[in-house]
């Protein structure tokens, strides 16, 4: 058995909310910028999907845009339905614990569009065809995903079933 998570609304908000503001700058600043034969570029997430799109990497660009926006994207509706709805029905209950193991379950994947910054820079590098450097974007976007991971940590789903108890 575990204990209660203290504070689990309270902190999963706050986690969430502050996941939520720095997931503008995230997507704002550049990710990487990189240098080859003479052309420099600072490339955005959504720069960066595009560039791989029009390239004929749709596979690429498709992963990055699953990692990179449909999952955080994801994690915050979830987290914010299961913080913010109140319904106390059996059914909802449910859900809702299922939802909490979804949103556990696919934070890491986040994790994926930082692994493809540092693989593309280190390609880069290792086969001295320019520079490759990562900007700031991927450090906002690296704090997006831990955040929300923490959101998801701290929040105890056991207090929603409680409410159930308590109102039934």
């Known amino acids: 058995m575990y204990g209660r998570k203290r504070n689990s609304y309270a902190r999963s908000a706050a986690y969430l909310i502050a996941a939520l503001v720095l997931y503008i700058p995230a997507n704002v600043y550049p990710v990487m910028y990189t240098k080859m034969l003479g052309d420099e570029a600072d490339s955005t997430i959504i720069g960066g999907i595009m560039e791989f799109w029009e390239s004929g990497s749709w596979d690429i660009a498709l992963l990055i845009f699953l990692a990179s926006v449909a999952v955080p994207c994801t994690k915050f509706i979830t987290m914010?339905?299961?913080l913010w709805n109140r319904n106390v029905s059996?059914?909802?209950?449910?859900?809702k614990t299922r939802l909490l193991k979804f949103?556990?379950?696919i934070g890491y994947w986040s994790m994926l569009?930082?692994?493809?910054?540092?693989i593309v820079a280190a390609?880069?590098?290792f086969q001295a065809l320019g520079e490759a450097?990562?900007?700031?974007g991927i450090v906002f976007f690296g704090?997006?995903?831990v955040l929300t991971m923490l959101s998801a940590l701290s929040f105890d789903g056991r207090l929603t079933w409680d409410r159930k108890v308590d109102h039934g």
């Not at 059996?90 to 859900?95: K, L």
């Not at 450097?133 to 700031?136: D, F, H, Q, V």
């Open 103 to 105: 949103v556990e379950g």
């Open 143 to 145: 704090s997006v995903v």
């Open 123 to 125: 390609l880069i590098q």
């Open 113 to 118: 569009d930082v692994l493809v910054v540092a």
């Open 80 to 82: 914010g339905y299961l």
């Open 90 to 95: 059996e059914h909802v209950m449910v859900s």
């Open 133 to 136: 450097e990562p900007r700031l």
